[in-house]
């Protein structure tokens, strides 16, 4: 069993098809398959179930996948290493929540296009969890997510705290309004997916006002929960920034929240062990100084 036998099975079981795999590695499907065959006899166990649709893990499949990307995440950490320099350059993977997307990760990107113009940059959005988890699968290198973020093997860097609203339609008065719909059956949540920070804080909120289990939409862009609430189908918790131009053009109104369940801070999380190349130390540097603001002192 050496690196690239793992390489092949983890490419394998993230695809769910060897005919798939092989396009991911660019061979032949011949010779994925007989890959997996060898390494499958040299372990004794069989690592795949075959099936029409392709295939999926076995128990000692899904217990050596994550060593086998652990490894390979090593190698390639390892050949950035031996190639980093003084000058940034290369390629980094980079997470974000929708709404730093829209709102606080432009001007960061800017910067360091200016400053670092020959490094490429992946940017993946996703919830809080969704962010966390491919960070600590390595699939990340780092990710803006909303705090706090009490891992053992990540590091949170707190980059910028928002003031989180409530964000109903124009003709929704307050909570006592709220309080009706939902005696009617009627109040929907307009929100980002299960792991959503801000949908966690809006169930809480609701919760703790007697409002239990809402009916839901879930939406996968900012702009279409906006949309949503607007329209007056839901109502939704957001960063006061990002829904302010909404605010501003009547399209949406804004509530303020007790101070205790207003702040939330964003932070940028990374794994302690990970290699940190000179692109990703300036990304770093970058971001605390763009989104650093004068009553924030950091």
Do not use: W
């Amino acid at each position: 069993m050496d690196a690239s036998d793992l390489a092949v099975f983890a490419a394998v079981a993230r695809t769910g098809a060897i005919t798939k795999a092989a396009r991911t590695l660019n061979t032949v499907q011949s010779n994925v398959t007989q890959r997996v065959r060898l390494l499958e006899a040299e372990l004794g166990v069989p690592l795949f179930h075959r099936h029409s649709r392709g295939v999926t893990l076995t128990g000692a499949g899904s217990q050596l996948l994550p060593y086998a990307e652990r490894i390979g995440a090593l190698l390639s950490e390892a050949r950035k290493a031996a190639a980093d320099g003084v000058v940034a350059r290369g390629r980094i993977s980079v997470g974000a929540l929708e709404t730093a997307t829209a709102l606080r990760l432009p001007p960061v990107l800017a910067s360091y296009a200016a400053r670092c113009p020959d490094v490429d940059m992946e940017i993946v959005t996703g919830t809080s969890a969704e962010l966390i988890d491919a960070v600590l699968a390595r699939r990340l290198e780092v990710a803006f997510v909303a705090g706090p973020v009490r891992h053992p093997e990540l590091e949170a860097r707190p980059m910028v705290a928002e003031e989180l609203v409530l964000v109903t339609a124009p003709s929704i008065a307050g909570t006592g309004d709220l309080r009706s719909l939902a005696g009617t059956g009627k109040l929907k949540l307009v929100v980002f997916r299960r792991g959503c920070t801000y949908r966690a804080h809006l169930e809480a909120m609701l919760a703790a006002e007697g409002i239990l289990d809402p009916r839901r939409l879930e939406f996968g862009t900012l702009d279409g929960i906006l949309g949503c609430v607007a329209a007056g189908i839901g109502i939704t918790l957001l960063p006061r920034a990002v829904a302010a131009r909404a605010a501003e053009e009547r399209r949406v109104r804004l509530h303020d929240l007790p101070r205790a369940r207003a702040r939330v801070e964003t932070v940028l999380i990374r794994r302690r062990d990970a290699f940190v190349s000179t692109a990703l130390a300036r990304f770093i540097e970058i971001a605390q100084r763009a989104l650093r603001r004068p009553r924030d002192p950091r």
